[in-house]
């Protein structure tokens, strides 16, 4: 099955500034694709190349098999892009604005109507249609936001960062309406701040980092790269060192480590199963007085590979 | 997913749409374009003297109404419909009349005399039509004295007159109108105020307008109209095709209500159209230019309506250009406004067409292919995919 999107090779530099090096992946049909990486990475570089905002200095995109470099109007029918910011007329009702992107996208008249309809219907704005942009809640615009670029059905949806500054309850229409384009066959590009949502909608993720990609794999995989210890943090009363020197050799401990605070972090194997044996072990030199347990997850993994939270 | 039916982008319709709708949704600006105008056409006007209160065309008449010519073409000009007879005392205070807008012409009826003086101002659009009104009538009476007059030589009856008559309206012209300029130059008011005004709000609304073109930068929507399978250049020209019809809009409204509500002549309606179209090329590629280089909204109608008052200034649009002195009046002939004025007041002259103008369309022209050129080359290079 043809790849709805390909890219492969992708370099771009801004003078001795290397924005994005031999970045490639490919998207298949249905899938839903998570890029994560902090900021400055190349995320939106990335993005701006596949949506042919810019050109690369090297590599290829290919949409449903069509170069976008050598036929970009074709290619580009087939992606739809929601933008990071809000890019809408806030003069115009939701529906002049969908409109406007129906035209450019050359729907004709009465499917363009109709058309709209289904994707207001989508994002839960039927009520509010017709009314303007700038009377819209911030969630709201970012639905509509996200709508203009469902208008012409894209084999291949692109977001950056959809749900910067949104509502809880909007947040969830949001996802739950990607969740459902996804079922229906729409492969998407997802970038986010919010691991829980990657988490949730990408069956793949890419993690990139000072334009490159350095992991790739679906979220199972990724989290194994960082092993399945758990890192377990103890805050303790008393004889820290002798506390300290007791964590080290209880079974299943892998790391230990002291800060200046007084408190211990452990990486340890099932270390959730292993607190009763932890806080038993300290007995007599120190008491715990504070435990945290923190599970491998995509957040880890990214700490691991980067060496930054992802919301730095 | 089942396959849309999918036509041609239409980028320019979509563009041209939206930049329109988003224009009738400022309240501010229409007030500019549909309000502004008149106020300032109606005030302006009255303060040099285009404020009349008559029903017909005010034409002031020095005459003795004892005298049978006279008596004749002051019962012509008395049956005319678009005129009202207002009588003056001296050819001097009709000349002043004249000059100051109270009158839209005037006539000079010596006693015992067939040479009539018709006073107007030149390029005076109420003038101009007062004078074919005035012609009307006095051709009328001259066609009757010179059958009354054949008549009576060949000794002919009545039946006879009726056919002396016909041949007498075909030489009318033996009774001469001496065509004199009270003015010296321009016209005054509504005749004047009108076209500058034209130009001035033409000018300062499209650079106002500039405001919604950096806002549609700064949202990203021209970044995201460019992720369209759209040319980019169809994208550029529906920004401009956007400020051209807000430009062009302006100035048919200005023409239209000022003639019907005004009485304004603007003259020949195609050379008419060619300077106002071209001036209206000129203002987008000024709003266009403007837009594209300005970072913030806020900046356009800053910087955009003051310099287009300035301009205005130079130009004569603000008041009359005899005001200004030959410096000023030279120095606005650097910019498009005074060129504009120049050949909207030689068209209102009667018998004027696009000849008479060419050399103003040609710099308006120069001026248009200069600022759409630099601005599509600013537009290009901020927009370019790199």
């Known amino acids: 099955m043809t790849a709805t999107l390909t890219c492969e090779g992708l370099r771009k530099r801004y003078g001795d500034v290397t924005a994005v090096e031999d970045v490639g992946f490919s998207i298949a049909p249905g899938q839903a694709y998570g890029l994560l990486g902090p900021n400055g ?23 449903g098999g069509t170069d976008l470099a050598a036929d970009p109007r074709r290619a580009k029918a087939a992606i739809g892009y929601v933008p990071q910011e809000i890019a809408l007329y806030p003069e115009l009702t939701g529906r002049e604005n969908l409109r406007f992107f129906g035209r450019l996208f050359g729907l004709p008249r009465r499917a363009l109507a109709a058309r709209i309809e289904e994707v207001l219907d989508l994002i839960g704005l039927t009520d509010r249609a017709d009314g303007r942009l700038d009377t819209y809640s911030g969630g709201m615009r970012r639905r509509i936001n996200i709508g203009a670029a469902l208008l012409h059905r894209p084999a291949v949806l692109i977001l950056d960062e959809p749900t910067v500054g949104v509502d809880p309850q909007s ?17 998407l590009l997802y970038t986010s701040h919010y691991m829980e949502e990657v988490e949730r909608i990408c069956d793949r993720v890419a993690i990139i980092d000072h334009g490159r990609i350095i992991a790739e794999g679906t979220r199972r995989e990724l989290i194994a790269m ?41 990486i340890a194997e099932g270390g959730r199963y292993l607190l009763p044996a932890l806080i038993t072990a300290v007995e007599g030199s120190a008491t715990v007085t504070a435990t945290q347990v923190i599970e491998p997850d995509l957040e880890a993994t990214f700490l691991h590979l980067t060496g930054a939270s992802l919301r730095d | 997913m089942n396959p849309l039916p999918r036509g041609r982008p239409r980028p320019v319709t979509a563009l041209v749409a939206a930049n329109l709708r988003r224009l009738t949704r400022d309240r501010v600006g229409l007030f500019f374009i549909v309000i502004m105008p008149f106020v300032s056409i109606v005030f302006v006007g009255m303060a040099i003297g285009g404020a009349t209160g008559a029903a017909g065309l005010p034409v002031g008449v020095v005459a003795d109404e004892r005298d049978p010519v006279a008596a004749a073409v002051l019962a012509e000009l008395r049956g005319h419909p678009d005129l009202e007879v207002v009588p003056v005392d001296t050819p001097d205070g009709l000349r002043s009349g004249v000059r100051e807008g109270a009158l839209a012409a005037g006539l000079v009826i010596p006693s015992g005399s067939t040479r009539l003086e018709l006073v107007l101002a030149q390029a005076n659009g109420s003038g101009m039509a007062a004078r074919s009104a005035v012609d009307v009538s006095v051709g009328r009476v001259a066609a009757v004295l010179e059958a009354t007059r054949a008549a009576r030589a060949a000794g002919a009856g009545e039946a006879q007159a009726a056919e002396y008559v016909r041949q007498a309206q075909a030489e009318g012209g033996r009774v001469a109108v001496t065509d004199v300029a009270t003015g010296g130059g321009d016209p005054g008011g509504f005749a004047y105020t009108a076209p500058a005004n034209l130009l001035l709000f033409t000018f300062i609304n499209s650079m106002a307008v500039a405001a919604a073109l950096v806002e549609s930068r700064r949202l990203g929507m021209l970044q995201r109209a460019l992720t369209a399978p759209v040319p980019r250049r169809s994208v550029l020209f529906g920004e401009v095709v956007s400020r051209f019809l807000v430009a062009a809009a302006q100035a048919v409204l200005i023409m239209v209500v000022s003639s019907l509500a005004f009485g304004v002549s603007w003259g020949d309606p195609f050379a008419v159209a060619v300077v106002v179209g071209v001036f209206a090329l000129v203002a987008t590629g000024a709003a266009v230019l403007v837009g594209t280089l300005l970072r913030s909204p806020d900046q356009a109608p800053a910087i955009g309506p003051p310099l287009g008052v300035v301009l205005g200034m130079l130009g004569g649009c603000l008041w009359p250009r005899e005001a200004s002195g030959e410096v000023i009046n030279a120095i606005g002939h650097a910019f498009p406004h005074a060129w504009g004025m120049d050949a909207l007041l030689a068209l209102a002259r009667p018998g004027t067409g696009l000849g008479a103008v060419l050399p103003e369309v040609a710099v308006l022209t120069g001026m248009a292919v200069l600022l759409l050129g630099g601005s599509l080359i600013v537009f290009d290079r901020r927009t370019r995919i790199t």
């Open chain 1, 41 to 63: 990475a190349g995320k939106t570089t990335t993005i701006s190349i596949l949506v042919g905002l810019l050109r690369p200095d090297a590599g290829t995109v290919l949409v």
């Open chain 1, 171 to 187: 947040r969830k229409a949001i996802l739950d309406g990607l969740e459902l384009l996804v079922r229906e066959g729409m492969s």
């Open chain 1, 226 to 266: 960082v092993g399945t210890a758990d890192k377990v943090e103890l805050v303790l009363d008393g004889d820290v060192p002798a506390a300290f020197a007791k964590l080290r050799a209880v079974e299943g401990v892998v790391e230990a480590a002291r800060t200046e605070d007084g408190s211990v972090r452990l």
